[in-house]
């Protein structure tokens, strides 16, 4: 299978180091404006880079858009004119792919139904948000398909991504809420926060940090790869009238829930303005563009 990166920012390089990571042999081709961007990431990742958008997309059978949230539009506009305006050379028809592709956005904040409208068929769409710590092979997606897809292009995808961590289906309507809970910046702001904390009570900064490191990422690991419960971890690390239950009771009194509810539902609040800000963007450049063509005048 090919696969083909439509841009050569940072996701590209997190899954590209991932995947090679996790030994994936299969063609990967990336696809950039900027000529530096291709340079370094065959250098790094030994993969194949084309700097002609028609030549990349008529070549991929998995395609992921990679470029930043307020690019997609123009980016699958300029797919779109490219296909419609090539012509076999032999027959002078519109050009047309040999084979239906999977096109799958990995940009926050677009709906499945805006990026069937910016660019339909012969490509079935899918969404998949996936962690930049793909690149430590530790990554987590979250993958949701328009209904147009198959089960053997949801297989397709689903596998992709299992290369370089664990995949979730979701529902299209669960994906803000996904995307504001699973960043791994909380899981840095808590060592900062926590590291910080035990400094202000002695601790050097190494141990700090190595002390809450453990706190966090050993006891989650512990969660992840152990059979207990998380109530069932919590009931027997908070003892009764011991340390750690004074810890969590007084940051519960604090507000420390309060305070994360309300950080998500501040992110979540911020994830669907900026959609609604693209949707918009979205709709004026359709309308140009019909405004623009042929069949308009």
Same mark, same amino acid.
């Given at each position: ?7 050569? %920012? ?13 030994? /994936? ?21 030994? !993969?194949?880079?084309? +700097? ?7 070549? $991929?059978?998995?395609?992921? &858009?990679? &470029? ?14 490219? &296909?419609? +305006? ?12 040999? *084979? ?15 990026? @069937?409208? $910016? ?55 669960? /994906? ?5 809970? /699973?960043?791994?910046? @909380?899981?840095? @702001? ?14 050097? *900064? ?7 490191? @453990? ?10 790869? %152990? ?28 507000? /420390?829930?309060?305070? !994360? ?7 979540? &609040? ?25 069949? $308009?005048?």
């Amino acid at each position: 299978m090919i696969t083909v990166f439509l841009g050569g %920012g940072r996701i590209t390089s997190a899954l590209l180091a991932g995947l090679r990571r996790a030994g /994936y042999n299969q063609p990967l081709i990336v696809h950039d404006r900027n000529a530096h961007k291709l340079r370094a990431l065959r250098s790094e990742f030994k !993969v194949a880079t084309e +700097s002609d958008l028609l030549a990349a997309i008529t070549q $991929a059978e998995l395609l992921i &858009v990679a &470029v930043r949230p307020q690019d997609v539009t123009d980016v699958l506009g300029k797919i779109r004119t490219a &296909v419609s +305006s090539t012509r076999d050379p032999r027959t002078s028809r519109t050009f047309a792919r040999k *084979r239906p592709a999977i096109a799958c956005s990995v940009a926050a904040g677009i709906p499945l139904k805006n990026l @069937h409208t $910016a660019l339909p068929g012969p490509f079935c769409w899918a969404r998949a948000m996936p962690s930049p710590a793909s690149r430590f092979g530790r990554g987590l997606a979250a993958v949701a398909f328009d209904k147009s897809c198959p089960k053997s292009a949801r297989k397709i995808v689903t596998t992709f991504f299992a290369n370089v961590g664990p995949v979730l289906e979701i529902a299209e309507r669960e /994906y803000d809420a996904f995307t504001v809970t /699973y960043s791994t910046t @909380h899981g840095y @702001h808590a060592l900062a926060a926590l590291a910080g904390a035990a400094e202000s009570l002695g601790l050097d *900064r190494r141990t700090a940090l190595a002390a809450a490191a @453990h706190a966090l990422a050993d006891g989650v690991l512990a969660w992840r790869e %152990g059979n207990l419960s998380l109530a069932a971890l919590l009931e027997e690390g908070a003892t009764p009238g011991g340390i750690a239950a004074e810890v969590m009771r007084t940051m519960d009194a604090q507000g /420390y829930q309060r305070s !994360v509810k309300r950080g998500l539902q501040s992110g979540l &609040v911020r994830t669907r303005r900026n959609a609604k800000k693209r949707s918009k963007q979205q709709t004026k450049t359709s309308q140009e563009d019909n405004k623009k063509s042929p069949q $308009a005048s």
